[in-house]
C-alpha cells in the first residue's frame, strides 16, 4: 500500500451532531470506576495510550509549533510515511501494538491517530459510522462490528479521518462518540474476532467489559449474546438479545440471533414470529438472506436456498458470507465450477474466514481447483 493510500481526508459532516468534549480525563476515569469496578478499572488496556518509544520517535517527525493544520498534516506524514503502516483486517490492536506491529484494522489506525494527535496538543475524538457495519455470519448466528473513523477540528474546520482502505467513502450517518464508548467498541471488536476465531472463553471477558461500559450498546449485547448460544445458555442469551430489543426493535442481528435462541431451545413457533417480522420489514441486510438460505439449504431446500442468497448478493456483492453461501448451496448442486467461483470471491474479500478456507478445501477435493 502506498503511503495515505487507505486515508480519506476533510469530509464535513452534514447533518450530523456538533462535537463537543463530555469526556475530560477525570470524568473519563471515574466512569470507568463506576462501571468496572477500581481494580479492573486500574488494570484495563486503554487503547488510545501511547508509550515512551512513541513519543520520542513523535519529538523527532512532528513539531508542537505551527497550526493545527501543519501539526495534523505531520502526524498523517509520520503514520503514514515514516511508519508506513498497513491495512490488515484482524486483529484490534492498541494504539502501540499498531505502532509496533506497523499495521492494523480501521479502529487500530484510528487509536494510534488519537494518541499521536492528542500527544501533539490536538483534539481528535472518535465517530462511528452508522451507515457501514461489519457483519460476520458463523454457524447459524450473525457476530457484528461498527467501523469507526477519527474526528477533528483543525484550524475551525470539522474533518474526519478514514482508514479503511477498499470501500468507497461514501458514507451518511456519523456519530461522534466518548472515550467511554470507543473503548467499548474496542473490547466488543477483540470478543467478536475470539468469536469468529472460535474461541469463546477468550471472547467473553472482552464482550463482559463492553456490556459493563455501554449497557446500550447493540452490538455488544448482541456479540455477548452469541458467546452464550455457543456455551449452551440459551435462556441467557435470549434475555441479552431482549435487553437489546427494547432499546432497537428492528435490529437484524438480535432479531436472528433471538430466533436461532428459539429454536435451539425447541420453540420453533416463536422463532417463526421473529422470522416474519424480518420479512415483513422488507429488510435490506444481506445476513438475513444469508440466514435464511443457510435454514433452506439445512432443509435440503435447494432452490429455495439459492432464491434467498441471490437476494443478499443483490443487497451487497461484497460481503463475503453471501459467497460463501453460494458456493455451499452450488456444492450441494454439485456445480462445483460456479462453487469455486463464489469460494475464491468469498476468500478474496476476507482470506481470514476459516469456514471458507474449509469449504475451499472440500471443494479441491471435489475435483475443483482453489486457492485456499
Known amino acids: 500500500m502506498k503511503p495515505l493510500a487507505a486515508l480519506a481526508l476533510a469530509v464535513v459532516y452534514s447533518g450530523c451532531a456538533v462535537y463537543t468534549a463530555v469526556n475530560p480525563q477525570g470524568l473519563f476515569y471515574r466512569q470507568l470506576e463506576e462501571r468496572l469496578g ?8 486503554l487503547p488510545f495510550e501511547i508509550d515512551d518509544e512513541i513519543r520520542e520517535m513523535v519529538d523527532r517527525a512532528v513539531s508542537p509549533a505551527g497550526s493545527e493544520k501543519r501539526r495534523t498534516d505531520a502526524i498523517l506524514n509520520f503514520v503514514f510515511g515514516a511508519l508506513d503502516l498497513q491495512y490488515s483486517l484482524y486483529p484490534t490492536r492498541d494504539a502501540k ?4 506491529s506497523r499495521q492494523g484494522n480501521c479502529l487500530s489506525f484510528v487509536n494510534l491517530f488519537v494518541g499521536v494527535a492528542r500527544e501533539r496538543r490536538l483534539n481528535p475524538f472518535y465517530v462511528e459510522v452508522t451507515d457501514l457495519q461489519r457483519w460476520n455470519y458463523r454457524d447459524g448466528v450473525v457476530v457484528s462490528q461498527g467501523h469507526i473513523v477519527a474526528g477533528m477540528y483543525v484550524d475551525g474546520e470539522l474533518s474526519t479521518f478514514d482508514f479503511l482502505p477498499y470501500r468507497a467513502k461514501a458514507y451518511r450517518n456519523f456519530k461522534p462518540i466518548t472515550d467511554l464508548m470507543a473503548l467499548a467498541h474496542y473490547y466488543n471488536n477483540l470478543g467478536a474476532e475470539a468469536l469468529l476465531a472460535g474461541d469463546v472463553d477468550r471472547a467473553l471477558p472482552s464482550l463482559d467489559i463492553a456490556v459493563k461500559l455501554a449497557p446500550d450498546f447493540d452490538k455488544a449485547l448482541n456479540n455477548y449474546g452469541v458467546a452464550l448460544l455457543r456455551l449452551g445458555r440459551a435462556d441467557e442469551a435470549l434475555e441479552l438479545y431482549d435487553q437489546g430489543l427494547r432499546l432497537d426493535p428492528d435490529n437484524v442481528a438480535l432479531l436472528t440471533n433471538s430466533a436461532r435462541a428459539h429454536q435451539l431451545l425447541g420453540r420453533p413457533e416463536e422463532a417463526n414470529l421473529l422470522l416474519s417480522q424480518l420479512e415483513s420489514g422488507n429488510q435490506t441486510n444481506p445476513f438475513f438472506f444469508v440466514y435464511l438460505g443457510q435454514l433452506a439449504l439445512g432443509r435440503g431446500e435447494l432452490e429455495t436456498a439459492l432464491e434467498y442468497m441471490v437476494k443478499a448478493l443483490r443487497r451487497d456483492s461484497e460481503v463475503p458470507e453471501v459467497h460463501l453461501g ?6 450441494a448442486l454439485g456445480d462445483l465450477k460456479k462453487a469455486r467461483h463464489h469460494i475464491e470471491r468469498s476468500l478474496r474479500l476476507d482470506a481470514t474466514n476459516s469456514e471458507a478456507r474449509t469449504y475451499a478445501g472440500i471443494i479441491q477435493r471435489a475435483g475443483g481447483s482453489t486457492r485456499p
Do not use: D
Not at 477500581?38 to 488496556?45: G, V
Open 38 to 45: 477500581p481494580e479492573l478499572a486500574a488494570r484495563l488496556e
Open 326 to 331: 453460494f458456493a455451499k448451496i452450488y456444492l
Open 97 to 100: 501494538g499498531t505502532f509496533s
